[in-house]
């Protein structure tokens, strides 16, 4: 079967711009056309506004992991049970709440000083669970998520049922107050159109090698054409180790989705509201759920190591997946009701904490969004430009202190661990899948 993103078909094609040819030049170079480097093209232009700047991507910027998630702009985490209020991993939830707001005020910026038409929703979203054990010390996580300025709230039985239209969830913590929805592939196109003119982007140009200039900064080569730059960005998610950087500690998970037609059928009108509504679960082996504008339902409840892509019959069997799970919440829900499937790769860390380093003079990274790259990756690009510039903030220092990825033990030994704690998760999560 076709891997057509539904995010992207509903969003439309950007323009296409050329393949980098020849040997060029840049004061910066960033890799990668995603959130966080096309993020980052923003601040540097604002910055240094007299400088040249050049964007590399391997395909079609603005249309990889970025335009792929599910559209959450997190910043609020749900409390676990050490970080609530009272316990030894409070202040470190804090902290890291903290970070969170500050991504999501980042969003908002991005989506309102470049007008930016992403279906912004700032209602928030739902931490909802079938099986009640999923979702315990309810209203102590309602307090702590209040305590550190989210608007939380819980919800149960005809309540939620009344919320979502679907009789599977049986309890739920709604969270606005900073947590948000949007249609990725809409926003981060809109980072992408609305670039300044000094900025130029090459698309279909992968970086092959990328190697120091003594005294002279980097030198990046593509299939066809080279740039050498003082200063770079890597900008490239779990994918770092195809630019030399081999320790960041990151890994790519694959995972899959699906989007329904348009349910405009009486009973689904009186089922779904026009409103919208986003869940996700308190297992990272489950599922997540939307009702989008125009009735549309996305379910992705797959998620797995793997050392290679999904191919057609594989992502055939996930969509039979993506079906179950949307009939156990929507009964009446059919295959021929599903008009897109496709996959896309997550960044992550054994920690949950980012990757975020000077890699070597003139050499920034960053990676690790661990499925908050709507927010993060926004406010990434820009303290990466801020720190590659040598600027100091105290937000700054606060992402540098938890920028600990985790230690990874080496391969095959990380391989053969990673696929069984994933298969581990999806099993223990088979209920709310």
């Known amino acids: 079967m076709n891997n057509v993103c539904g995010w992207i078909a509903l969003a ?104 930016i038409e992403c279906e912004f929703d700032a209602g928030g979203y739902h931490f909802a669970v079938h099986q009640g054990q999923h979702l315990q010390d309810s209203g102590a996580r309602v307090a702590t998520l209040n305590a550190a300025g989210a608007q939380a709230r819980y919800l149960e039985g005809a309540a939620l049922q009344q919320r979502l239209g679907s009789g599977f969830y049986q309890r739920a913590i709604h969270c606005a107050g900073g947590n948000a929805l949007l249609q990725p592939a809409k926003y981060v196109k809109g980072l992408l159109e609305r670039l300044p003119e000094r900025v130029e982007v090459f698309e279909n140009s992968p970086v092959q090698d990328l190697q120091p200039l003594p005294g002279r900064g980097w030198r990046a080569v593509t299939g066809e054409g080279e740039i050498q730059a003082p200063q770079v960005l890597a900008c490239v998610g779990a994918f770092l180790p195809r630019l030399g950087v081999r320790h960041s500690r990151t890994f790519p998970l694959e995972l899959s989705a699906s989007i329904t037609r348009p349910l405009q059928e009486d009973h689904w009108q009186r089922l779904l509201d026009e409103q919208g509504w986003g869940v996700l679960s308190t297992l990272p082996g489950a599922a997540t759920v939307r009702l989008l504008p125009g009735r549309r339902l996305l379910m992705r409840n797959t998620v797995e190591y793997r050392q290679r892509d999904l191919g057609p019959a594989q992502l055939a ?102 696929s069984l704690r994933m298969g581990w998760e999806v099993q223990r999560a088979r209920h709310e899948r």
Not at 16 to 37: E, F, M, N, S, V
Not at 352 to 378: D, K, M, Q, W
């Open 317 to 418: 069997v996930r969509r039979q997946e993506h079906l179950r799970g949307l009939q156990k919440r929507f009964p009446g829900i059919t295959d021929t009701d599903l008009q897109y499937t496709w996959t896309g790769h997550l960044s992550g860390t054994r920690s949950g904490e980012p990757y975020f380093s000077r890699v070597a003079e003139g050499l920034h990274a960053v990676a690790g969004c661990n499925g908050s790259g709507v927010a993060r990756g926004t406010l990434w690009g820009r303290l990466l430009v801020e720190m590659a510039a040598g600027c100091d903030s105290s937000l700054l220092r606060d992402v540098l202190s938890q920028a600990r990825p985790g230690y990874l033990p080496p391969r095959p030994f990380f391989d053969i661990g990673a």
């Open 12 to 115: 439309g094609q950007a323009s296409q711009r050329p393949t980098l040819k020849g040997l060029q030049k840049a004061d910066w170079l960033i890799i990668g056309g995603g959130i966080t480097g096309l993020s980052a093209a923003h601040a540097l232009a604002r910055m240094l506004p007299q400088q040249r700047i050049v964007l590399l991507d391997r395909q079609r910027a603005a249309q990889g992991a970025s335009a792929r998630n599910s559209g959450f702009v997190v910043s609020h985490e749900l409390p676990g049970a050490d970080e609530l209020l009272g316990r030894p991993g409070h202040s470190a939830y804090q902290l890291a709440c903290g970070i969170g707001i500050a991504a999501g005020e980042e969003v908002r910026r991005r989506i309102d000083e470049l007008g």
